[in-house]
């Protein structure tokens, strides 16, 4: 039985919508997959978005040697992806910002926070949130996100759009639409699966060039350690619990890294501290910082208040509750 959410479009009308957005086998996940967007539009939503973020959470690092370094381990990973994912226009910034957080955007833009960052040890470790992001663009969440708005939501005149092209929406009609599923930095959040998948996705691509997926469960425990911090309702309502995403690392740990995982290799700790603790501990304080009074004012105030003071969430930052934004803007994009 279709589920109740589908029963304001008929089976007609979603064959049709199926047909025109088209369908095709996912390089990097092998999953069939409808496309809403094509790559040209995610690529050019990406970059109209990109700026408006860097602004909300602190404007990039202004370390160019430690960008620079973060850049080259981006693109290292992002040059072994699957299909035609190594050329797309990846680019990879550090945000002034104390907050816990990671996310891409689709088409290539990738963003982590210096607070992030600092809370690691070792280079495996940053390599597998860079992955993990890498990841949700790959397996294109967003367009995912943004096709099941199309059917579940209602959303007409996106509707609409791809029954006009016929082979795609024009991004001028959809844009608009996405934006309003959020807000002032509109994230779309994605499913639990969505997570899981783009772990699994990071901790490939990490492997890939010579990182210790270990990393990648390390990171779990940073997050575990910070989920006893003032802002941890946000991140367990939007993504599965670090337990749940060890548990799947663990699995593949023991069984497709089973000899990367025994190694003693492939963590750089030396080169790590000397590249970017060493330079994140010289620098000025961040320009976006974290008070834990603003997230007690998102518990006592009124929804419409919530929307407006929410604080962002721990890693990563495009698969939070769209009802935290303030809905006034005009960007889409994909989160760790």
Known sequence: MLPLVFASLSSAAILTLATLSGCETNAATGRSQ???????????????AAPQIIQEHGGSLADPALNSFVTAIGAKMAATTEGSNPQLPWNFTILNSDILN?????????FISRGLMQRMTNEAQLAGVIGHEIGHVTARHTNDRIWKSTLVGGIASIGSSILTEGVGPDL????PQVVQMGG???VLRFSREDELEADKLGMRYMANVGYNPTGQRQVMQ???AAAGEPNQSEWFSTHPYPKTRIEQIDQLLSTTYASQHKSEDGYFEDRFKANVLKRLTALPPAAHPFH???YRTTLVASPRERSLFAPP?????HCRDNSTFNAMSVRAFAPY
Do not use: M
């Open 34 to 48: 409808y496309s809403a967007l094509s790559p040209e539009q995610e690529v050019q939503l990406g970059k109209e």
């Open 102 to 110: 990671a996310f891409a955007l689709p088409g290539g833009e990738v």
């Open 172 to 175: 001028g009609q959809i844009a």
């Open 184 to 186: 002032e930095t509109v």
């Open 222 to 224: 940073i997050l575990e």
């Open 292 to 294: 834990a009074s603003d």
């Open 313 to 317: 969430q721990l890693w990563c930052a």
